[in-house]
């Protein structure tokens, strides 16, 4: 089946520092990504939708600057949360486009120091 | 918008024992109605689907039933074992346009004891 690969799995890093997060599509062409953050005990938060070739769509509330995704390729999205802190700490998770039956990434927990 | 309003847990059963979930939603429309899996430090992975009204999703002995009269689609297992432990998350896809962006549910957290 289609298979999402996410890394790095866990990530520490000191804060004022970029963190870069990248999910591949192993065995198909994901032309829509979706990028969620996950706040302990709570739901799946939609960050952004990203696809090939064109600029991402932010959901309201997210800064855009402050978490650039790129998707250059059909198979490789990635997220990178610039001048990090601690309140960025949080589980990452992309997904791939719904056409695959929504393949999930299996996360990145991020941790700001 | 779209809402998915599921019940607060932690759940902890026992082995064997009746599992129900609840899930209830806000729509326009049609949508199509998602549970997901998610085990300790994994990604979320899709437990089973119904796509219109009566549907009926089953997968590894879970099942859910899509009721638009009640606007709700609640999880069920008749036996539930410790290998089911994990956080399920109840989804809807919005059936307007290019929509394809899930609105999950805040997570239940299961815990089956031996």
């Known amino acids: 089946g289609a298979v999402v690969s996410q890394h790095p799995s866990r990530v520490i890093c000191k804060s004022g520092t970029s963190v870069k997060i990248e999910c591949r599509s192993l065995d198909f062409q994901a032309t829509t990504m979706f990028w969620y953050r996950q706040f302990p005990k709570q739901s799946l938060m939609l960050m952004a939708t990203?696809?090939?070739?064109?600029?991402?769509?932010?959901e309201q509330g997210v800064e855009k600057d402050k978490f650039l995704i790129n998707h250059a390729s059909l198979t490789l999205s990635t997220l990178t949360v610039t001048s990090a802190h601690p309140e960025d700490s949080s589980f990452y998770i992309c997904s791939a486009e719904p056409r695959r039956g929504y393949t999930f990434g299996s996360g990145t927990r991020l941790t700001v120091v | 918008g779209d809402s998915v309003t599921q019940m607060e847990g932690p759940v902890t059963l026992s082995e064997e024992a009746f599992l129900t979930i609840n899930c209830t939603y806000t729509a326009t429309g049609y949508p199509s109605l998602f549970w997901y899996v998610q085990y300790p430090g994994e990604g979320l992975q899709l437990l089973l689907k119904a796509t219109k009204a009566d549907d009926k999703g089953s997968n590894k002995g879970f099942e859910a039933t899509y009721r638009k009269e009640t606007t709700s689609f609640h999880l069920e297992k008749g036996s539930v074992q410790v290998s089911d432990s994990a956080v399920y998350f109840c989804a809807l896809r919005g059936s307007g346009g290019s929509n394809y962006k899930l609105t999950f549910g805040k997570g239940t957290l299961l815990t089956v004891n031996p």
């Open positions: 990203s696809n090939e070739g064109s600029k991402a769509t932010y």
